[in-house]
């Protein structure tokens, strides 16, 4: 079946410029997240929504970065402004229920790039 | 707040022998763990999950073990295969479901012919 889809796969972009991440969770799955990936380290958690809702933010760097899921399916996550140090995989994960103890399908990931 | 690592950064292991990655968690509160497998520019892979109330879960040819009293987990690989070939994350959750997952830094599992 279809898994969690991202796009794009790869972006390059300048810094400052501000860039839109995409994510297409697995169908009917309630919960959503976002992490970033540095190059060797493990996922680190940015956000979590819940349907439409954005229930935790705490893991976001900066107001420069912004997630939305407005119907509650599609994701994007923003990064205004854009710093080198924004460089990272970014993967979304989708999970079935809200509540707790519930594995996360992640996918592929965007590569961003700031030069 | 809670970390989770990884004792080893890289386990080098001959194909068909059984592969143990092991992980540590410092946090008491965390109730559910979770074993991924990342391969080169994919995102993690679900392997196997645990609950704290379990001690051990099998799946096909992996078994994850769990250790509250030294706050420890482990996976164990049967008969490893070149396309176990990956970096391998454990990853811990405290209850409630909108905390993320906390990730250790990974073990990249490497199968010799």
């Known amino acids: 079946g279809a898994g969690v889809s991202q796009s794009p796969r790869y972006k390059v972009a300048k810094r400052g410029q501000d860039v839109a991440l995409r994510c297409d969770p697995i169908?009917?799955?309630?919960?959503l997240f976002w992490y970033q990936q540095a190059l060797g380290q493990g996922p680190e958690f940015l956000t979590y929504?819940?349907?439409?809702?954005?229930?935790?933010k705490s893991g976001l760097p900066s107001d420069r970065f912004f997630a939305e899921r407005p119907e509650g399916s599609v994701s994007t996550l923003k990064i205004q402004r854009t710093q080198q140090e924004d460089s990272a995989v970014y993967l979304c994960?989708?999970?079935?229920?809200?509540?707790?103890?519930?594995?996360?399908?992640f996918g592929d990931g965007t590569r961003l790039s700031i030069l | 707040g809670e970390s989770v690592g990884l004792h080893l950064p890289t386990l080098s292991v001959q194909e068909g022998d059984n592969s143990i990655i092991n992980c540590a968690y410092s946090?008491?509160?965390?109730?559910?763990f979770i074993w991924y497998k990342q391969e080169s520019g994919k995102g993690p892979q679900f392997i196997i999950d645990?609950?704290?109330?379990?001690d051990k879960r099998q799946g096909q040819r992996v078994t994850v073990l769990l250790n509250k009293t030294v706050k420890h987990l482990s996976l164990q690989i049967a008969a490893t295969q070149p396309g176990d070939s990956a970096v391998y994350f454990c990853?811990?959750?405290?209850?409630?479901?909108?905390?993320?997952?906390?990730f250790g830094k990974g073990t990249h599992l490497i199968i010799q012919p």
């Open positions: 994960a989708s999970s079935l229920m809200g509540g707790d103890n519930q594995p996360q399908h």
């Open positions: 169908s009917g799955h309630v919960s």
């Open positions: 929504f819940q349907n439409e809702a954005q229930l935790d």
């Open positions: 946090n008491s509160a965390s109730d559910y």
């Open positions: 645990i609950r704290s109330n379990m």
């Open positions: 990853a811990g959750e405290t209850g409630g479901g909108a905390d993320g997952l906390t």
